[in-house]
C-alpha cells in the first residue's frame, strides 16, 4: 500500500459535484484528470498519456484555458504545452 500527501490546493483543485439520483459524489473534473495522468506519465505510461490527450483533444466540451490553468498549478505547465504542440 502506498500513501501519497497533497497539499490541499492540489488536492482541492477541479473538484465538482455530481447528482445521481439522490446521491451526490465528487469527483475531479476532467482537466484535473488529464493533468493528473501528464505528472504521473512515467507511471501511467507514455503510450497512453498520449491516447488520453488526443481522445480529450476531440472531445467538443473541452476546455483548454482551464486544463493549461491546472497544468501550471500543478507544475506540470511545460510538459503539458509539448504534448499539445505536438499533437494539435
Known amino acids: 500500500m502506498n500513501f501519497h500527501h497533497y497539499t ?8 465538482t459535484t455530481v447528482k445521481e439520483g439522490k446521491n451526490e459524489f465528487q469527483i475531479y473534473d476532467m482537466e484535473k484528470t488529464v493533468v493528473d495522468i501528464v505528472f504521473y506519465r512515467e507511471k501511467v505510461g507514455i503510450e497512453e498519456t498520449k ?17 493549461l490553468k491546472y497544468a501550471e498549478l500543478m507544475k506540470c505547465g511545460k510538459a503539458m504545452r509539448q504534448y499539445l504542440e505536438v499533437l494539435v
Open 51 to 67: 491516447e488520453i490527450l488526443v481522445t480529450y483533444l476531440q472531445r467538443k466540451d473541452r476546455n483548454l484555458n482551464r486544463l
Open 8 to 15: 490541499d490546493d492540489r488536492h482541492e483543485l477541479g473538484i
